[in-house]
């Protein structure tokens, strides 16, 4: 079983930039996705990558701002976050979509195995 566990949130001015980690443990070959969930409201997936991480797909709303990428030998799947906004304040977790596969790239929730604990960002106007 992939365990999954985030890290790099924090608090940030807004127009700043934060790049949040998901420890991948074992790597292994898995589609891995972020999402956000700000309180009260529901859990909404911002970017997907393959396991070659030759093919990323983001939600509509979200590309330009975020980039996901990973890294294999740190076994780290990375969301680059730009020119923040209050409303990017949410809770962000990072989820691993396993074999059988999916659909990964529809960036829902439930095409989704197993999930970090998450990570607070806090963006202050």
């Known amino acids: 079983q992939v365990h999954l566990v985030e890290s790099g949130g924090g608090s940030v001015q807004s127009g700043g930039s934060l790049r949040l980690s998901c420890s991948v443990s074992p790597w292994r070959v898995i589609n891995v996705g972020w999402f956000r969930q700000p309180a009260g409201k529901e859990r909404e997936g911002i970017a997907g990558?393959?396991?070659?991480?030759?093919?990323?797909f983001y939600a509509d709303s979200m590309e330009g701002r975020f980039t996901i990428s990973r890294d294999e030998a740190k076994a780290t799947v990375y969301l680059e976050m730009n020119k923040v906004r209050p409303e990017d304040t949410a809770m962000y977790y990072c989820?691993?979509?396993?074999?059988?596969?999916?659909?990964?790239?529809?960036?829902?929730?439930?095409?989704?195995?197993?999930w970090g604990q998450g990570t607070q960002v806090t963006v202050s106007s």
């Open positions: 990558i393959t396991s070659g991480g030759g093919t990323t």
């Open positions: 989820a691993a979509d396993v074999p059988p596969f999916g659909d990964w790239y529809r960036l829902v929730a439930r095409e989704y195995d197993v």
